[in-house]
């Protein structure tokens, strides 16, 4: 495997001329040059690691200055999605922190492999990296990484140097590896995001504390404790939002970044509200009325878009119906919330759930053209939740209709999301439908039977590969080991799927990226501002939360229940105290697509935002309440 392939050569400087380059032994020299700024470039290739200087020089006579973003780097780690059994073999995950001058890049192959790959900032500081994608991959191809150094000022004939090391070692040894570098640190969050009652706790390590030692929080100097080799910080906000925390420890500053929630069940409340009020169809007139609707937080308004399939009122939108389930279940007073759901359902019946047959239909009108199985999954989760509320056996009817009907349209090769299917089938049981939760457990038996003999070999989704055909390998196997068959070799082979799956997700001290898995197109699809780069966090972030959770619960490996608090936790910041929403955050500073010849499709775009549109996110809430609510989170 090349774990570093791109459209441009690893380590080239963007948008600089090539002057000359020279060898002598195991070193590399290289020029490049723009206007009056030169690069040279010194490679020292070791026996166990490669070494990388980027000195700039100012060789004008005027200043030269570099915002955010203004200088870049190739980083062109083989980060794409061909089919699964390459991916697996021949691709990995590039982790990304540009922290300062803490900052790194963890590679982790895509599937089972016992040696990792890091670049590791040694000299200098990086503020952000950018990506520059392949128009006509689509989803398939996270994009070529560009490494931004921090803002800049040259004097002419200064200097500015930056270096990093590129170190090969045995999986699982990163922190180690990180620490044994040239003043190598190790920081971490207890928890990247607490709520208000709660304390943000963080830990250094170091083997050189040397020099001036500060941390400082929104421009205030924050006490620090030394204890047995580590800087530990314990901080109690006084505000909510994004906390960055600024260390200096010796010659070197970095920051990480926290985050302080809203109670949740204040936040939980404010979003029910503000989607009971402002994101249903009230319109007797229209075809929608009933349904949930997108939110423009730009506009103030509801937005529905028939021809783009994930702007319509059916699909991920369907979480806004789920939430509200969850909740009047929780409140049966709220007659608000169970006027709301009344309606809805009947927009269900009337617009694209045929009831004689479990159809479910992509959008109004019930035209054929428009049926997904991942619809027919998340319409199973509505039913369910719509029984644990009426009690009324027909949507038990309709649930069972619908399994089978997913079954006998390929569902044996899929990897749905939306259910697990063993909690619906004792709900069947339970209602004395013994006979029909006999039959559906025996495809459902079958269909376990084929994740596991398909083993990593995974099928082609939506995407080709990617975190949610991970997810349901997990947690569908778990969920029927724990409700209906606890065979022991099926915790076997959930163990081997869970490593692929814990693979999308890294461990950056950033609320946005800590035990958040790798997605890459969610913000084109489901955003207003459609562009495709990573989205730190997506609400299908929290589904590999529950994955966790379910192994945790079956296996009774705790590390995993409390990689799932961080991941639900992490991803709250989606939702704002008001409770409007965003569908994901953007977290590139940039991006760029790309021809496959390397001409430019569409020039850079910004990124480092929230999405302005309010789309499928109330599935992060939804879920934590499946998982028992705040349980789920502390």
């Known amino acids: 495997m090349n774990w570093v392939e791109g459209l441009f050569s690893w380590g080239l400087p963007a948008d600089f001329e090539f002057v000359e380059m020279k060898s002598a032994g195991n070193e590399v020299h290289s020029r490049y040059r723009k206007e009056t700024l030169e690069l040279e470039v010194i490679r020292t290739l070791e026996p166990d690691r490669l070494t990388e200087r980027y000195i700039y020089r100012n060789t004008g006579y005027y200043d030269l200055y570099f915002q955010r973003g203004g200088l870049g780097i190739y980083a062109t780690f083989n980060d794409s999605y061909p089919e699964s059994d390459i991916c697996i073999k021949k691709r990995c995950h590039a982790h990304i922190w540009c922290g300062g001058e803490h900052s790194y890049i963890h590679a982790r192959k895509m599937g089972p492999f016992p040696t990792e790959l890091a670049l590791i900032l040694t000299h200098g500081s990086l503020d952000s990296y950018s990506v520059e994608r392949i128009e006509q991959e689509m989803s398939n191809d996270r994009g070529d990484f560009v490494l931004h150094p921090s803002p800049c000022h040259l004097l002419p004939g200064s200097e500015m140097v930056l270096e990093w090391q590129l170190v090969a070692f045995p999986q699982g040894k990163f922190q180690e590896t990180l620490l044994a570098v040239n003043n190598g640190i190790w920081v971490e969050f207890a928890r990247e995001t607490i709520f208000p009652e709660e304390k943000f706790e963080i830990s250094v390590e170091s083997r050189h504390w040397e020099g001036k030692i500060s941390v400082s929080c929104r421009g205030e100097s924050v006490p620090y404790k030394m204890r047995d080799g580590r800087l530990l910080v314990e901080y109690t906000p006084q505000a909510l939002g994004e906390h960055r925390f600024d260390f200096q420890i010796g010659e070197k500053q970095f920051h990480i970044y926290g985050y302080c929630c809203p109670q949740f069940d204040e936040l939980l409340e404010k979003r029910v509200r503000f989607i009971l009020k402002h994101q249903q169809m009230k319109d007797p007139r229209s075809p929608l009325y009933g349904a949930f609707m997108i939110y423009d937080n730009e506009e103030h308004s509801q937005y529905y878009n028939y021809i783009w399939r994930d702007h319509n009122t059916s699909g991920e939108r369907g979480n806004m119906g789920l939430l509200i389930c969850r909740w009047a279940q929780m409140h049966p007073e709220d007659a608000e919330a169970r006027e709301a759901l009344e309606l809805y359902e009947q927009y269900l019946l009337r617009e694209t ?282």
């Open 353 to 634: 759930y045929e009831v004689e047959t479990g159809i479910v239909h992509g959008d109004i009108g019930k035209h054929s053209c428009r049926v997904r199985l991942y619809n027919t999954t998340n319409l199973i989760n509505f039913w369910q939740e719509l029984y644990r509320l009426k009690k009324e056996v027909k949507y038990l009817r309709w649930i069972a209709r619908s399994i089978r009907l997913f079954y006998s349209n390929g569902g044996m090769h899929f990897y749905p999301n939306g259910t697990l299917f063993s909690d619906a089938i004792d709900m069947i049981r339970e209602a004395g439908l013994a006979a029909e939760a006999d039959e559906l457990t025996e495809l459902l038996r079958k269909h376990v039977t084929q994740i596991r003999t398909i083993g990593l070999c995974y099928p082609p989704h939506e995407v080709r590969f990617e975190q949610t055909i991970a997810t349901p390998a997990v947690a569908i196997p778990a969920a029927f080991y724990d409700r209906i068959d606890a065979d022991p070799e099926i915790l076997r082979d959930i163990a081997v799927q869970l490593d692929v799956l814990s693979r999308f997700s890294g461990n950056q001290p950033d609320y946005r990226l800590n035990e958040i898995p790798i997605r890459h197109w969610d913000e084109f699809w489901f955003g207003k501002r459609h562009l495709y780069g990573d989205t730190f966090p997506h609400y299908l972030s929290c589904l590999t939360a529950r994955a966790y959770w379910l192994y945790s619960k079956i296996s009774g490996e705790v590390i995993y229940r409390e990689k799932a608090r961080k991941c639900l936790r992490n991803c709250l910041c989606v939702f704002s105290p008001d409770g409007t929403a965003s569908c994901a955050y953007l977290y590139p500073f940039s991006v760029t697509m790309r021809n496959p010849d390397g001409s430019i499709h569409t020039p850079a775009q910004r990124g480092e935002f929230f999405d302005p549109f309010a789309n499928d996110q109330d599935g992060v809430l939804y879920m934590i309440l499946r998982m028992g609510g705040l349980d789920a989170l502390r």
